[in-house]
């Protein structure tokens, strides 16, 4: 092979390696894109939630009020009625949100350090037939163990 031909060769394996280099960039800022807005909606779904708990808790004072008010004694349980069992499910239901936001942001942390850069890279090596899915789940359970592709 000449010189010219060896320039061209070398051109277009550069060239492959910036497309893969770039390929591999847009994947990675859509992974991050889908990420934050799954934790975006949660933080959403848990300020709804807010807002509801306090409109329950608004009915119950202006139940309270209003027995006092009508009866001169002290409400019983009965008196909350359905906004306290609003109150406590959708209290429930914000715990549980709040929860699977913070899983979210854990497993982000993870997933932005070394970890996740090995990961990656087995992902692709699967992808690409490099490695068998056998190979895959082995070295990434030393990864988690050990943070390396060693056992």
Do not use: W
């Amino acid at each position: 092979m000449g010189i010219i031909g060896k320039m061209l060769h070398g051109s277009i394996d550069l060239g492959g390696k910036i497309v893969d280099a770039m390929g591999d960039a847009v994947n990675r800022t859509g992974q991050a894109i889908n990420e934050s807005a799954a934790q975006t909606s949660l933080q959403v779904k848990i300020n709804v939630v807010n807002s509801e708990i306090e409109e329950c808790y608004r009915e119950i004072g202006r139940r309270v009020v209003t027995h006092i008010r009508t009866t001169r004694t002290s409400p019983n349980l009965t008196v909350y009625g359905e906004p306290l069992r609003n109150a406590i499910a959708k209290t429930v239901y914000k715990e549980q949100l709040e929860a699977e936001l913070a899983e979210r942001e854990r497993q982000d942390e993870v997933m932005s350090g070394a970890f996740g850069d090995m990961k990656r890279q087995l992902d692709q090596a699967l992808a690409a037939g490099l490695i068998t899915q056998q190979e895959y789940d082995t070295k990434l359970l030393n990864v988690a163990r050990t943070g390396s592709f060693r056992s």
